[in-house]
């Protein structure tokens, strides 16, 4: 269920969109499915990913009822639906109630980006002191009804799969949708953007200019952006299949990236995956060691 | 004695974000107006203590998928401000390009797919393209334009990559910028036509007088920098911003509303607010096309941001296409910075208005305090003010029907429920006490 789950994909996966073609030969005789979008804590990215399909968004319109998308339609019809769309973690007592009636009305539950799938960039929370969170952001915090940590959907339900990236491929989500609606399987490459770069032929940031970079351990879908515009890869995609995650972190801080430097950057949008959030722990865990035997750490 | 009557609007649609509206009336009487915010608070200026300043523009792009432009921007402006470094023309005319690119595909979004619908009964975008199928086409090719601009300019158009502390990871090549001119040239001409189209739209006669504020530069339609002015005339420094706006917690709202520190007074941001102020500074073809039209100013019609923003996409096509015709690359594309104790602040206009931010820094580049303010946590007193006086029109109408008139006032002001660093969960209670706006801090 964790990951894109197919192995067998396209490393290109990002180039071949659904075209507006495709998605419009869906017969119209049987009754169309219904697509709802469902929204948790979430910046609502990913389903703007859906809208930002400029050239699909009206063929699609036609292959799919979109029976629930509060974003883009006043008109809510009830369910049951045949594929939910849900963005966004739970952190709140009401959502992680309101997850459980997604998952009731809907016949296949799709999450989609980092919040829905790892926790988002607020899982940064389930580190921290909630109770300090809530003073510094807020003068009243007895208005405030939080749970104290923010975790991914499939923590709470049975997710049928999950669509990683913050936020995620657009390209790639027509490709589930379309994968659902002919009752397939998505088939989304799960390799690492390393893979991409070199496929790219995009020089590596990390030993071409010693620019820490999570892309060896990063899940496929961005496009392998970051090392094309002269950063390294910070992990929106979370982690890929098998994720070496321990030999990466022990390269970084062998070759002077400090442990504050790599810390944060484990500790992102996808900081709460579990591949990465172990590392993260790891690496804070050898620091701590380090300072508490007074040898300099790596800064 | 007259009846109680509830309504009860669960979840505004057609905006980014999560809302919900209460209002309770009796008789001809508003006993209470609430725009409700249940977006799960995310505590963004919580995590952020304690990060390298550097994560900041990645960090609060998060906060909004539609507008992570504008969050990008004010916080490297803001840092820049605390690091003592001020980045040269170069890379002030790409950031004004990328927040162009943000502004067509926000504002083409919100005008084809989140408004127009609301001027012909229909429910979605998507609906609207059933009887305008060339004007809806058109808004999508728009919108797409804006977005392609991001891609190239900033790697990808929802949470770029490209901005930093300083400058760009990269600057593009001059072929990646000349590549786009076809399609700016296209995207001028196609925003004057939409412009022209939703000019003609039927508008309610609902012209409500009341403070707006945005940014004014000498020389420039506002987008990244400027003194803070107001329509009443208030002209401050930004540095001035936090004294002469205070944010308050009330508990039926569920966001921290934001109000004039002087008289506790409501006040507007958005694109009216700019146009109404910065008019004589809009591009020649925007100028033009609003005299064409008709357009007057100040303009208070809330239902008429549709214009302005058909305005404002004319202009950020005629200025993004003049950069890109200019456009040279250079180098560095980044400026060079040392850490060091201080504090920075800084307002940009996001499409939906103006928004601020706040960093206090240390000697080791970490983040020491945030504060942030979001265009919508500023408007959304202004909007419950200007239900009560639209209520009286509309209020005689169905529940539904009565409710659906408000959801349209509210979806005027593009909010941005998403925006939610300060958003928390709500808790209804009609018999709260904290009905009006109290400040709290």
């Not at chain 1, 016949?107 to 926790?119: K, L, N």
């Not at chain 2, 100028?287 to 202009?315: M, Q, S, W, Y």
């Not at chain 2, 950069?323 to 499409?351: H, V």
Request: hydrophobic share 35%.
């Amino acid at each position: 269920m964790k990951g894109n789950s197919s192995n067998s994909g396209n490393p290109q996966q990002g180039q071949h969109s659904a075209s507006a073609g495709t998605l419009a030969a869906s017969p119209r005789s049987r009754p169309r499915p219904r697509l709802a979008v469902f929204k948790f804590a979430s910046c609502d990215g990913c389903q703007l990913s859906l809208l930002d399909c400029e050239d699909e968004l009206l063929a699609a319109a036609e292959a799919v009822e979109i029976a629930y998308f509060p974003e883009a339609s006043s008109r809510m019809e009830p369910g049951p639906y045949d594929l939910a769309l849900v963005e966004g973690s739970i952190t709140t007592p009401h959502d992680a109630q309101r997850i459980q009636e997604v998952r009731r009305c809907s016949r296949f539950v799709v999450t989609i980006g980092a919040c829905a799938t790892a926790g988002g960039i607020q899982s940064l929370k389930n580190w921290a002191h909630h109770e300090d969170y809530l003073k510094w952001v807020y003068a009243r915090p007895e208005f405030i009804s939080t749970l104290a940590t923010s975790t991914p959907i499939a923590d709470h339900i049975r997710v049928d799969y999950e669509l990683r990236g913050c936020p995620i491929n657009r390209h790639q989500l027509l490709e589930v949708i379309l994968a659902f609606v002919r009752g397939q399987r998505p088939k989304l490459a799960t390799h690492s953007v390393c893979l991409d770069c070199k496929l790219k032929g995009t020089v590596c940031v990390e030993v071409a200019q010693g620019i820490p970079c999570l892309g060896p351990i990063t899940h496929t879908g961005c496009g392998a952006i970051c090392p094309t515009y002269d950063r390294g890869c910070y992990g929106c995609f979370g982690p890929a299949a098998q994720p070496n995650c321990r030999s990466l972190t022990d390269h970084c801080l062998q070759t002077g990236t400090s442990a504050s430097t790599l810390l944060p950057l484990l500790r992102n949008f996808n900081g709460y995956a579990p591949e990465f959030r172990e590392a993260s722990n790891r690496v804070e865990a050898l620091s701590a060691a380090a300072a508490s035997v007074k040898e300099p750490i790596d800064e | 004695m007259s009846e109680t009557r509830s309504i009860r609007v669960e979840a505004l649609t057609r905006v980014e974000g999560e809302g919900g509206l209460h209002i309770r009336l009796n008789g001809s009487e508003i006993e209470d107006v609430q725009l409700s915010i249940y977006e799960p608070p995310r505590f963004f200026e919580g995590f952020l203590r304690g990060r390298p300043l550097e994560d900041v523009p990645d960090i609060t792009a998060r906060i909004c998928g539609i507008c992570p432009v504008a969050y990008q921007m004010s916080a490297v402006h803001a840092l820049e401000s605390a690091l003592g470094v001020s980045p040269g023309p170069e890379i002030r005319r790409l950031r004004r390009l990328l927040y162009c690119g943000e502004w067509i595909e926000s504002h083409g979004l919100h005008m084809h797919l989140l408004q127009a619908p609301d001027f012909f009964g229909a429910a979605s975008g998507i609906e609207l393209a059933a009887r305008f199928p060339k004007e809806v086409n058109r808004g999508l090719q728009l919108k797409k334009h804006g977005n392609t601009l991001l891609e190239v300019l900033g790697g990808r158009a929802i949470h770029p990559v490209n901005v930093a502390v300083g400058g760009f990871y990269k600057a593009p090549s001059r072929d990646q910028l000349q590549d786009l001119i076809p399609s700016f040239e296209w995207g001028l001409q196609a925003a004057i036509d939409a412009t022209r189209w939703v000019a003609g739209f039927d508008f309610p006669d609902f012209e409500q007088p009341c403070e707006m504020v945005s940014l004014q530069h000498p020389d420039e339609y506002p987008m990244n920098e400027g003194r803070v002015v107001s329509v009443s005339g208030l002209s401050v420094d930004v540095a001035d911003y936090e004294r002469e706006f205070v944010e308050s917690h009330v508990a039926h709202s569920t966001a921290l509303h934001s109000l004039r520190t002087a008289d506790q007074s409501s006040y507007h941001v958005g694109p009216l607010a700019r146009i109404n102020l910065n008019r004589d500074r809009l591009c020649d073809n925007a100028k033009r096309i609003a005299d064409e039209i008709g357009f007057e100013t100040p303009c208070f019609n809330r239902f008429k941001a549709i214009i302005a923003r058909g305005l404002e996409v004319i202009h950020a096509f005629d200025e993004g296409l003049a950069i890109l015709k200019d456009y040279q690359p250079f180098r560095p594309s980044r400026l060079p910075y040392s850490y060091r104790n201080g504090e920075g602040c800084a307002a940009t206009e996001a499409p939906r208005g103006l928004i601020y931010h706040r960093y206090r820094i240390t000697d080791d580049g970490k983040i020491a305090e945030a504060k942030i303010v979001p265009p919508t946590s500023q408007n959304q007193r202004q909007i419950e003010l200007d239900l009560i006086q639209w209520l009286p029109r509309v209020m005689g109408e169905s529940d539904q029907r009565t409710a659906d008139e408000c959801e349209r006032l509210i979806r005027s002001y593009d909010p941005c429920i998403s925006c939610s660093t300060h958003f928390l969960k709500l808790t209804v209670d009609r018999q709260s006490d904290e009905r009006g706006p109290k400040v709290s801090l």
